[in-house]
């Protein structure tokens, strides 16, 4: 007979084995002072690419920023440097807008971007073609200043002038050598959600063979000849026959679907805060109208800094001086709290207030 004495009760001590969550450190990257000039690579270019072209979310999130903040055409006030903007082609059959936008987008997903400028002697801009990161490194000097940039050729490194290069950074703070990618930020939720996507998948792909088969023998060949045949079934989407009370399937035992699809959900929606594009810009999937348009009040100051910022690059590194069209603003869409204003809400608050001694 069990002995049930609560004298003999005691307690686990978590501490210790359970460690609390640390965050981990970083240490801005330097200049290496005993050398003529540092270099930078971007080295994780090339991983944060296919994080851009393989997570549906972070590629629709980026274009989307990039499409609110350059794809409303610009404002010029020089003629000259008009006519010199609209004559640009890239590589040949771009364009001003289409280069700016691609130059965007660039930055967010890798941290840096580049366009090398094309001029003539009379220091007239003839074209713009954008350089992808993997293949430019940043020479800097001993007091850390950008001396020039180097572009690799598939044999050696061609120098360009810093005058010949628009650099733009993406929320590069202190003496940062370079900006920050918009991924590495998001990147553990991004792996997150794209698990549960896997696993769901798996799931629902083979959600008529999930189960446990209890057989009513131990013989290996015999379990294993019923499973094949089991397996060939559900495959082929037919029936399968096997002897009464030989083996007895039941449901493989898991979570609910809705637990899944929650954590999904929910892993989704802090995406987008984390990547500073709310999901009503990229998508009006699961989006209330009173949502919409908040998330495009919030959302305005985002794509505006990114405006704002890449006026400032081409004024400061180019001496292009231009000013990107706004967006229609949602910011005076909200309702007044003034009982006039709104038919229907009378007595709530009161038109007048006075302050007297008087009793009533």
Not at 315 to 343: C, H, V, Y
Request: glycine share 6%; charged share 25%; proline share 4%.
């Amino acid at each position: 007979m069990a002995e049930l004495n609560l004298s003999q009760a005691t307690t686990t001590n978590f501490t210790g084995a359970v460690p609390d969550y640390i965050v981990n450190s970083k240490t801005l990257d330097a200049i290496t002072p005993n050398q003529e000039e540092s270099y930078w690579y971007f080295s994780d270019a090339t991983k944060n690419y296919g994080y851009y072209f393989n997570i549906a979310e972070i590629y629709n999130a980026a274009n989307a920023l990039c499409t609110w903040a350059f794809s409303r055409g610009y404002k010029v006030e020089d003629p000259l440097m008009k006519a010199q903007l609209e004559h640009i082609r890239g590589a040949g059959n771009s364009s001003f807008n289409k280069i700016l936008w691609q130059h965007g987008v660039v930055k967010l997903i890798v941290g840096d971007a580049f366009i090398e400028v094309k001029r003539n002697e009379k220091d007239v801009i003839l074209n713009m073609i954008p350089v992808s990161p993997e293949r430019v490194r940043v020479v800097f000097t001993k007091s850390g200043l950008i001396k020039r940039y180097d572009i690799w050729t598939g044999s050696e490194w061609k120098p360009v002038k810093k005058e010949n290069m628009l650099h733009s950074s993406n929320k590069q703070i202190a003496d940062q050598q370079h900006g920050t990618s918009q991924v590495e930020a998001a990147k553990f939720i991004v792996d997150a959600l794209n698990e549960a996507l896997q696993d769901e998948r798996i799931i629902k792909h083979r959600d008529k063979a999930l189960g446990i088969a209890y057989y009513e023998t131990d013989k290996s060949g015999k379990i294993a000849y019923a499973n094949a045949q089991i397996e060939k079934a559900v495959k082929n989407g037919e029936m399968v026959g096997l002897p009464k009370d030989t083996v007895k399937i039941e449901p493989y035992p898991s979570r609910s679907s809705e637990d899944r699809t929650g954590w999904i959900s929910y892993l989704e929606n802090r995406f987008y805060q984390i990547f500073g594009v709310p999901r009503s810009i990229a998508s009006s999937d699961g989006t209330s109208e009173v949502g919409g348009k908040m998330g495009h009040v919030i959302f305005e100051p985002i794509y505006t800094k990114e405006q704002l910022d890449l006026e400032d690059d081409l004024w400061n590194q180019q001496a292009i001086k231009l000013t990107f069209n706004r967006p229609p603003s949602l910011g005076g869409m909200q309702p007044e709290l003034d009982e006039s204003k709104n038919t229907g809400q009378i007595g709530i608050q009161p038109n007048d207030t006075a302050v007297t001694m008087e009793r009533e």
